[in-house]
Structure formats: C-alpha cells, structure tokens
C-alpha cells in the first residue's frame, strides 16, 4: 500500500526541495523562511539547543517535537502563496513564519 | 482587528470553550468525533467530549454522552489513550459504561505521500459483568490541500464477551476543515452508521448525520509555559428516521509537549 501512495506521488516530490531551519537559545534561524508557492517541500529542523524544541503551525497544520541535538523532516505543502507562521511549543515566544511566493 | 481587540476576542472564544466543554459530567463516551491519523510523540493530552440529542420523540430526546481521556505519544508512530465512558439515556441517569484502550498507529510521514494514514485500534472493556465488550478496528485517512483539510474515519466494530450480538458493525465519519485561523477553522462533517453489515437494511434504518463544525487552538504560552488548548463544537442535522432529529457535539482538549 505504502508503494502505491509513493508511486503516485507528483513529480514535485521526486525531486525534492528541502529547505533548513535551526532551532537555538530561543530563536528559529531564519526566523522568516522564503519557499515557492504551488510546491510540496521537505523542512529540516534542527534543534541546537540543549533542551526539546517543536516546530508547531496551525496554518501548516503541522507540529513536530524534535530532541535537543536531534534533526527532524516535515514535509509541507504544495502553499498558496501567503504567510504562514510557526512557532516553539516548548516557547512560545519564539515564532517565525514561511512565505511562499 | 487592533491588537488589543485581538486578545480581547481570543479570551472571551476560550471561555466559550471551556464553557463548553464542561457543560456535561466529566465523563466518557462520544462518538461523535473525528479522529486524525497525525500524531504526536511526546506529547500528553487530555481531552474531553459531550454530545445531546435533540429531537420532537422523547425517547430520543436529551440523549447524552460524555467520554473523558488522556493519551500520550509513546513512540513516535504510536499513541496510546485511557477513556472513561459515561452515557445518559432520556429519563435515566448517568451511567458508567466502559474503559477503553486507544490506540494509534501513524503509517505515513505526515504530507509526505499523497494521503495521510494510520490504523486505530480499541478494545472497550463494559463496566458491568453481563453486558459485552467491545472491538474497534478502522482506518484514519487525511489529506491536505492548500488551506482545505479533509479527514475521513472508517470503523469495523464488534461485540465480543457475555450477550454479545453477533452483528459487524460498521462507522464512517467525514470533515472537510478550511484552515482559516488558528483560533477559528469552519468546515462541515457526516457521520453514519451501520448496525449490521451483514444486515444493513434500508438507508433510512442506519444511522446518518451531516452539519456545520468549527474548531480551533489557543496557545497556553502564558499561561503554563507550553501547550494549547484546542476545541471543536458542532451540529449534526439527522437525515434518517433512525437519527435523532439534531446532536450537538463539544470537544476540548489540553496538550502539553514533554
């Protein structure tokens, strides 16, 4: 089953676009991410910190718990183009945003 | 909306919701929820739902549930959930029905593929000796597109245990969510249900309900440090005789990452 829903994945993710963010004493970098519009992509977060991060959006509908030291993928997408902000669950203070153009 | 107006509206929606969300006994059992395949490790939640029926045939009338739980992300493919079930049939009082284990297997990477996916698994133990146990086997499906969210739930059910029907059962329910904001996301569900796939009668003898839903999330950052609250409210029109004529149906429910 697992094969079949890769098969059919678009041609957007057979080429993959991954994208980086760091996650450390308090601050995501870059705190404002710019990706492409209408394309499905790989986020890689990692967490420089000593203590858990997680990556949490509503509007990406997404949230990932990532181990100090540890490196985590999501994989967001295809956007419209707009902001869409994040945000450490562990604190909330430090948030950031993808633009997709 | 100004800043300040922003938080004032945020406030009053979370009290709405906690209102809500306790307008029944802190007890266990509405199925009249959705459930997605996404889960998260490491973190707790505690959750909270309610519905009531209403509906001009009075034994169908004030017919209400309330399941309370509280689930953790064990693995990072695993979650796991503890549910109390209490029930109030028209005219009775509360009652006590069952403990159930919960429990979530996420098979896909969230939008890595072209659909979400996770198998869920229960075993429902009857508060009292005579009555049945209960098995409930399904698929959670998902998909995501642009700010549009569909989920999709499909259940095989069954008695198993003293005086237990023999009967498959079988549950679906549907939601497409419009992403709007974090603190507002309308969308529209269905919930059907069939007593006996071997049996399934006619459409008007199963179980069918449709409406409007909204949900949300509030982050708790000043509150605890961490964590959301999140809420969902809706109202399911029935559509077959053998529906109540209307449910509304609460969720809230707590997260704190760890």
Redesign the interface.
């Known amino acids: 089953?697992?094969a079949a829903?890769?098969a059919?994945?678009?041609p957007a993710?057979a080429q993959e676009t991954t994208y980086s963010l760091t996650v450390q004493n308090g601050k995501f970098e870059p705190s404002t991410l710019a990706v492409k519009a209408g394309v499905?992509f790989k986020l890689v977060v990692s967490n420089k910190g000593t203590t858990?991060a997680?990556f949490e959006s509503?509007?990406l509908?997404?949230?990932?718990?990532v181990p100090a030291g540890a490196s985590m993928?999501?994989?967001?997408?295809?956007?419209?183009p707009g902001a869409y902000p994040f945000?450490d669950?562990?604190?909330?203070?430090n948030r950031g945003q993808i633009v997709a153009k | 909306m100004r800043t300040g107006a922003r938080a004032v509206l945020r406030g009053k929606m979370l009290v709405f919701a906690a209102v809500i969300g306790v307008a029944g006994p802190l007890n266990a059992n509405a199925e009249f929820k959705v459930r997605y395949p996404?889960i998260?490790?490491?973190?707790v939640e505690i959750e909270h739902n309610y519905s009531t029926t209403f509906d001009s045939r009075s034994q169908n009338n004030g017919r209400q549930s309330s399941p309370t739980e509280i689930g953790m992300g064990v693995l990072p493919f695993w979650f796991v959930e503890l549910e109390g079930e209490f029930s109030k049939e028209p005219g009775n009082k509360w009652s006590f029905d069952a403990t159930t284990f919960e429990n979530y297997f996420m098979?896909?990477?969230?939008?890595?593929?072209?659909?979400d996916?996770s198998i869920f698994a229960e075993y429902s133990a009857a508060a009292h000796s005579s009555e049945p146990d209960g098995v409930k086997i399904g698929g959670l499906f998902q998909k995501?597109d642009?700010?549009w969210?569909h989920t999709l739930n499909l259940y095989w059910e069954k008695e198993v245990g003293p005086n237990a029907s023999t009967a498959d059962g079988f549950q679906y329910a549907w939601q497409t969510r419009y992403?709007l904001?974090?603190l507002f996301?309308p969308g529209v569900e269905i919930y059907g249900q069939i007593d006996d796939l071997n049996h399934p009668g006619p459409f008007s003898e199963q179980q069918f309900r449709a409406g409007p839903m909204f949900a949300g999330?509030y982050?708790?950052?000043?509150i605890l440090?961490?964590?959301?609250l999140k809420y969902e409210v809706g109202y399911l029109f029935g559509a077959t005789t053998a529906t109540e004529q209307g449910t509304l149906r609460t969720r809230l429910e707590l997260e704190i990452?760890f």
Do not use: C
């Not at chain 1, 509908?61 to 718990?65: L, Q, S």
């Not at chain 1, 993928?73 to 419209?80: E, Q, W």
């Not at chain 2, 098979?107 to 659909?115: F, M, Q, S, V």
């Open positions: 089953m697992l829903f890769t059919s994945t678009s993710l499905k858990p997680e509503s509007e509908n997404r949230e990932k718990v993928p999501l994989y967001i997408g295809p956007l419209a945000f669950d562990f604190d909330q203070k | 996404n998260d490790e490491s973190e098979l896909t990477e969230p939008g890595k593929y072209w659909l996916f995501q642009m700010k969210l992403l904001d974090p996301q999330s982050g708790l950052g000043d440090g961490k964590g959301k990452p």
